[in-house]
């Protein structure tokens, strides 16, 4: 089966990156979100995008980035987005009930060949999938944040899923020029286990004294060649995901290491969350620059 048409479920920060690098590829989207507002800055950001990152730059013409914008479609009724798509990506937010009541609509609204992809970093794609008829048909495709930049895709295997529909999501990813990894559906997958450990060691770094988070981020970018340190990256992804990835993962090991530091826990109580409020191991600032955070007085 060639897919032609796409639809992304969720335009937030994964959304509607995986929907930038779909229609940079070539294919048809339609991007479903319940909230207009959201969409709207959604088109906002892949626009200025293919502007700053495309047109700017020389790597196509202002006509090719007008094409290559009309391909992307916004939608908030999603019965009409994933119609006639080919291929689901669905990156709602981190709910096992909300992702298997989209999974179960979509099974109602899609046609029969369709298959649809879950973006969950934390859930079982085999429960997702089997709040479906069609679990041969359903997998994880999981992104890395910022989606339209990062190579990587895990491509997460749930029981039950058919070898022609891990081929069809390898062959999606490829054309997108990801390159896809095939990983079971147990917690963290690969990427995440491992960058768990990381969290997790960085913050009793932090938490001990041992360094600031500053000097530990400064360590594995100069001694690691790491693009961005580890409490830099933890800002980045979020620490309520951290503390969902972490408590899914411990849930699955019931290894000591992989419970979540209580750093995070008290960051969060503290309401500092990462990058995404402003405020995490530092203080982002409206201008761009980003100070250290003084988390012990
Ligand atoms: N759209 C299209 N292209 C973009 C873009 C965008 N939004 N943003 C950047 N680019 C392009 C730039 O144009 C540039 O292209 P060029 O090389 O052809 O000139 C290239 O990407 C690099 O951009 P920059 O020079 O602006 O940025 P950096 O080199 O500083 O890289 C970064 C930025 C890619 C974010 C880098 O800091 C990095 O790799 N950080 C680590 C990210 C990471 O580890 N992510 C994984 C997090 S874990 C996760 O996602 C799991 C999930 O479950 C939570």
């Known amino acids: 089966m060639?897919?032609?048409?796409?639809?992304?479920?969720?335009?937030?920060?994964?959304?509607?990156?995986?929907?930038q690098a779909a229609i940079v590829a070539g294919f048809e989207v339609a991007l479903f979100d319940i909230s207009q507002a959201m969409l709207d800055k959604a088109g906002e950001t892949?626009?200025?995008?293919?502007?700053?990152?495309?047109?700017?730059?020389?790597?196509?013409?202002e006509e090719q980035g007008r094409d290559i914008l009309s391909c992307l479609k916004l939608n908030t009724d999603m019965q009409k987005a994933v119609s006639d798509a080919?291929?689901?990506?669905?990156?709602?937010?981190?709910?096992?009930?909300?992702?298997?009541?989209?999974?179960?609509?979509l099974d109602r609204f899609c046609q029969p060949h369709a298959v649809f992809a879950t973006?969950?970093?934390?859930?079982?794609?085999?429960a997702i999938a089997g709040a479906t008829q069609r679990v041969?048909?359903?997998?994880?495709?999981?992104?890395?944040?910022?989606?339209?930049?990062?190579?990587?895709?895990?491509?997460?295997?749930?029981?039950?899923?058919?070898?022609?529909?891990?081929d069809i999501a390898v062959a999606v990813l490829k054309k997108m020029g990801k390159t896809p990894v095939k990983v079971k559906d147990?917690?963290?997958?690969?990427?995440?286990?491992?960058?768990?450990?990381l969290y997790q060691e960085c913050a009793q770094i932090v938490l001990e004294g041992t360094a600031t988070a500053q000097e530990v981020d400064t360590a594995m970018r100069l001694g690691a060649n790491h693009p961005m340190g580890p409490c830099e990256l933890a800002d980045f992804g979020g620490f309520d995901v951290i503390q969902m990835a972490q408590d899914a993962t411990y849930e699955y090991t019931h290894r000591q290491r992989d419970r979540l530091n209580i750093l995070y826990r008290k960051m969060i109580e503290a309401g500092r969350l990462g990058r995404k409020n402003g405020k995490g191991f530092y203080d982002y600032h409206e201008d761009g620059?980003?100070?250290?955070?003084?988390?012990?007085?």
């Open 2 to 19: 060639a897919v032609q048409k796409i639809a992304v479920l969720g335009s937030g920060t994964m959304g509607h990156g995986i929907a």
């Open 46 to 61: 892949v626009r200025g995008n293919i502007d700053k990152h495309f047109i700017a730059k020389g790597k196509v013409t």
């Open 86 to 105: 080919d291929f689901v990506i669905e990156a709602v937010p981190e709910s096992l009930d909300l992702k298997k009541k989209v999974f179960a609509d």
């Open 119 to 126: 973006n969950t970093s934390v859930m079982s794609v085999t």
């Open 136 to 166: 041969d048909r359903c997998i994880g495709t999981h992104f890395f944040n910022p989606a339209a930049v990062m190579k990587l895709v895990e491509v997460v295997t749930p029981i039950g899923v058919s070898a022609a529909t891990i």
């Open 186 to 197: 147990v917690p963290g997958f690969i990427v995440n286990r491992l960058l768990g450990l």
């Open 289 to 297: 620059t980003k100070t250290a955070f003084t988390i012990f007085t």
